[in-house]
């Protein structure tokens, strides 16, 4: 192995180096080496002497080479247990003497070998051989011939030594293995909270010791511990500058001896805990020591005044009083009174320093001053040891204020804490001179006393948070109970130390935070405010909360020309923050001091927020000037030099000061939704108060100052705002006096405050109702089955009360404007959260009603606003019970006066809440439905299918599915209210009011009446529209008919300008005819739409009647838009429904009736011609869509009434019209009318009727003789036949009884009225527009009657072609020429000549046809055609036209006539040509002088006629 083979190398050098001079060395190491190779381990060789021995053999030479390489040796003999431990009394001997060598090498040989033997299993177990080996080191330290490096050496071996003797005294002791660190070094490059922190954790260990240790103390039995005891006894009357007897050394220095001492004390602390004869050592010797070294005149010389020694004195004491406190109270009270008094006296400067230091590290140490607190302050028998090192402490740093170079002082204590923030050791310059040196001391010895106060105070939060970890203090994030008393240990010692401790420690540190500008100071002293004042709030210590809390706060604002004022905490006697009272103009620079000092007291409202209480108002007070300071246009912070816009990022990108701090200030309040209720409470109370101490100065005066009491009013409430939105989940306990406040506010004289508390109502009400807690009620209302329903909606229905009856409180008041703000609120309100109401409807609507009511206009229009949201918007949210409040509400404000528009809007809502009703109705539930519905299921039947076309858009089948549902029942009650209340407001004296609100009703009904059952149909006839009608036309006939003068808009010349009224309605009269034509709509629309059911219900007959009466009133004595409107109603009605079957007869004769009285008793009133063409208009109209209800008499009846109308005016035309070339109004409207007078197939025997009354009104001097006509009659009636299904068939004829009576009416009608109207036409304008409706008709008449007829047609038209004579510029003749011919050309000259037997058309009847054709040719053409005319009588293009119509009628007799095959008589033939004969000889039989005189269209004439005789 590898050591064998070094040890035998060993062997041979060493065999080597005795070569020479030693040769019994070298032979022994040689015999060594064969004896090794015969050994194969360490523990062989420790068995075998011989090796060792030769190594001992070859020290014992006593030279350099040999002895160090035997030393060599023996050191691995020794580290691998190779030597016998008996082997160990002849080892020392050697050492011994080694040690007296002189060279340094053998030296230092001698000392590792000695620290090995220490660290093997040769350990000394005997007093000799430890006195012996112990005495060697201490030879060589105190050897004068020693050089320094033996020395150093010699003392670290001896250090070793004693730390593994009592290594050693543990171990066999059976000793805890725990070893505590001194803890008395802290490092000067750490913070104090990292001081404290870590000692916090290095205390747990010996805190679990300190509890079993009198139950383990025993004495010492082993021989390890006696030695190790003999050991500490010496080392004792070392320090104390004795000589020790058993490690025989007369003298040593005492700096050394006291090191080593502090070395055993510091990190073998079990032994003396557990072994009463170490603790007896301690307490009699050790401690006596250190007392009398404590108590030595300083000034004395030597060893003993050296700083160095008082350091190794103090740091021991410092090791007892922290480790052994709890064992020697007695000792350690005497120490630490004797420190504390070290600082009152006169003592060199590094003196109070280390003093300071040892001081300073009690206080870092949470477990050491816990101890010391206990055993002593606590102690009614024991000094106050922890209060007067405190008052020592804060007695050092309230010293620099009377230092003559403070600042200098201050500012080194200010550059020692920045270097310690950043992690290095704070040194002077090396040239710095003795002043600069001494300003060092002092800021050092300040810094000290001031890290030692930091250290009570993290001590006294650490303690704080250690009691709320084991439960003996409630966190404060938990329940403020101020009663409670907290009993734990921990808890009682925290509150104690506070009560002791809080002021002294404040007074210190406020005063080093006022003069103190560094960055790191000032972090550091505010974060001991932070922590210490968060351990009173967990401790509920209310005076030092508040006082501490106050003097905070004195460092966060500074305002110029800030008057300071005293005045105690609300508790306590504590300083407080100064009232902030400064001009707005003035600048605002925040320092980072400031900055800091504002951070720190939002880190403790957060972390205090449960547990401040009434101190909030300290806080409040602060942040309600930092945020005046914010929103200043004049504040900075220290490191801009020029004003900045608040809440801006600087050029790097991050958040200003005054960003951050803004951002703080809201999370504040935001952060209360973590807090439990009652600190919300008094978070809240805190606010008012704030509010209300500024409310009460505002009223005393104005200026800068109460500009600022309103910024604070300000800031107040929109924290109160915030506070209420961050906690709308537990909204309820906190309302009342959020609002509360508010409405003090609202009451307030001042208008910015009245202003400020409606927009707060305004943003808490939304917020409340807005919130999400809403929402999942209204999705929860659905789980019937959930246990918490009730109380839920008990809870809902309390918070909707509170919330919404400030809006009455402030609508009681006094001021307008404050009444207007609670109707603003309520429009906002119903605007973002109507929808989630459920349970304060009847409130909303209570107050709405009584606006309605209030004389001012902008009282109402806001009231009004809220409505229209309602029923626009939020129907669908009302509970249905609500509805009927909703529409009394609704119709108040239609009713009141102040507001026309308001009065229309009012009304088009209820038409916008029928619709909602109706809607409900058809989406209800399917039970409701399948039982409720049955009867409007049935009176939908019963409407025409044309119903369903007219329905409105507005009722769409996409219907709303949260729409309440509607029963039956409850939606007829509703409905009926909209109605009664649109009758109220159809009587309004205001004509737009009623119009509009008759104008819906019927909408309403046209809109949804099929949804309407039988019942309401009855009910809203009888009640609401024909007493409608008979209100309205009795107001129409009844009004003053006086005009009104608009309003007066001013004066002008003395006399008042009024504004103009239209005429239309300038009186009561005309704007109550407005309303009639409305009603008469109305009605028209409902029963076209429903006329075909409403005629079903019981007594409608009686109704109709009443209409008619009322129609035909409106017509005789109505203005023309009632006699119009009047009229329009019979004909919507009749119109609609007998086209399709569905108007009974009476209905119809009925209408007749009216129309036929009008037109026989018109002249009798002073009625219009356009009701007159109404009327006309109406009876064409009438007859077309009821042609199959007419019959022979109705059809008589109706030509009848239609013939008396236009010969009342064909007999009164006027002459104007005649002059000018115009047919009269009412005539035009006759001959529009008189086309759509075709006798249907039924009715073809009226055919000759209607053509004989027309040509009633063509010119004739004569009727044919009776004679005549009866004869044209009888061959027509008896030769005639008609087909099959209607038509005559061939050898039938007439009944005898049916053909009397028609040949009766057509006698007697022809007879007497042809003669009358032949008399009676004064002008042939009438005939000009009569002429081509006859011809239409003629053409269109069935082939008997036609022929039957044509021969009166053709006389009728040669009469009025010969009118060419007397008035050859008329139109007249020209008309009747191209009737003629057209009849001619389309009719009857395509009959062929040889007739069938069952033709249509006899023989005598063509025969008396072509009779009046030949008569109306000759007299025609010979007469009047090819004439010479007066000259200039017509201009060019009219004779050109003439000639035309000539050459026209001549081609036709040519090339129709008598070039086609007809069935006219030879005779006729004859004549025909005998007149084209005598046209055409009518110039050559003139004398030839005269034909060249003879105009030239004559000539042309002559020639047509000569050419169509001879083609």
Known sequence: MAFMAVLESDLRALSTEARRRHPAVKDAAEHAI??????????????????????????????VKLSVIGLSCLQKLVSHDAVAPSVLSEILPILKDHAEISDENVQLKTLQTILIIFQSRLHPESEENMAQALGICLQLLENNRSSDSVRNTAAATFRQAVALVFEHVVLIESLPPEKFGSGIYMSRTSSVTDDVTRSMNNSELENNFDSRKSSLMRETTTTSGKLGLRLLEDLTALAAGGSACWLRVSSLQRTFALDILEFILSNYVVMFKILVPYEQVLRHQICSLLMTSLRTNYELEGEVGEPYFRRLVLRSVAHIIRRYSSSL????????????????????????????????????EARTLRILFHNFDMHPKNTNVVEGMVKALARVVSSVQFLETSEESLAAVAGMFNSKA??????????????????ASEAHAISLAIEGLLGVVFTVASLTDEAVDVGELESPRSDYVPSAKSTGKTAVLCISMVDSLWLTILDALSLILARSQGEAIVLEILKGYQAFTQACGVLHAIEPLNSFLASLCKFTINFPNEVERKSGALLSPGPKRSDMISDQRDNIVLTQKNVQALRTLFNIAHRLHNVLGPSWVLVLETLSSLDRAIHSPHATTQEVSTSVPRLTTTSSGQYSDFSILSSLNSQLFESSALMNISAVKSLLSALCQLSHQCMLDTSSGFGPSTSQKIGSISFSVERMISILVNNLHRVLPLWDQVVGHFLQLADNSNQNLRNMALDALDQSICAVLGSEKSEDHTSSRSDDNSQDLGSNETELRLLESAVISPLRVLYSSQSNDVRAGSLKILLHVLERCGEKLRYSWPDILELLRSVADASEKDLVTLGFQSLRVIMNDGLSSIPPDYLNECI???????????ELNISLTAIGLLWTTTDFIVKGLSHGPAEEKETEVAEVNSVSDKMDGQNGEEQPDNISNDMNSQSPSVNMLSGDKLIVTVFSLLQKLGAD???????????????????HGHKLSESMWEDCLWNYVFPTLDRVSHMAATSSRDEWQGKELGIRGGKAVHMLIHHSRNTAQKQWDETLVLVFSGIARLLRSFFSFLRNINNFWSGWESLLLIVKDSIFNGSKEVSLAAINCLQTTVLGHCSKGNLPMPYLVSVLDVYEVFIQESSNYSTTVKVKQEVL?????????????????????????????????????????????????????????LPMLRPAKNLSSMWLILLRELLQYLPGLDSPPHGEEEEAVEVSTSDLTIEANGKMKSGTTYDTASASVQKAEVLSLTSSSAQEATLNIPSYLFAEKIIPVLVDLVLQAPAIEKYIIFPEVIHSLGRSMITRRDNPEGSLWRLAVKGFNRILVEDISKVPVDSEPDSKISKPARLRIWKEIADVYEIFLVGYCGRALPPNSLSPATLKDDESLEMTIVDILAEQILKSSIDAPSEILQRLVSTLDRCASRTCSLPVETVGLMPLHCSRFSLKCLRALFP
């Open 888 to 898: 009394d509400v609704t119709g108040a404000y239609g009713a009141q006066k102040t």
């Open 1177 to 1233: 208009l109406g009876l064409g109209e009438l007859y077309v869509q009821a042609q199959r209800m007419f019959d022979n008499q109705m059809y008589t009846r109706l030509l009848a009434i239609i013939g008396l109308a236009i010969k009342q005016n064909v007999t009164k035309s006027d002459n104007c019209e005649d002059e000018f070339g115009h047919v009269h109004h009412l005539l035009r409207t006759a001959l529009e009318v």
């Open 989 to 1007: 004296e205001r004509p737009e009011v009623r119009n509009s609100a008759i104008r819906t009703l019927f909408q309403i009904l046209g809109g």
């Open 34 to 63: 064969l004896k090794l190779r015969t050994l194969s381990s360490p523990s062989e060789i420790s068995l075998n002497d011989d090796i060792v021995r030769i190594f001992l053999m070859a020290c014992e030479v006593k030279t």
């Open 422 to 439: 950043k992690g290095i050791e704070w040194s002077l310059d090396n040239d710095a001179s003795n002043a600069a040196v001494l300003v």
């Open 329 to 364: 109270i007695t000792e350690c009270e005497v120490f630490l009174s004797m420190l504390i008094k070290l600082n009152f006296l006169d003592l060199p400067l590094w003196h109070r320093i280390l003093v300071l230091e040892i001081l300073r590290g009690f206080c870092v």
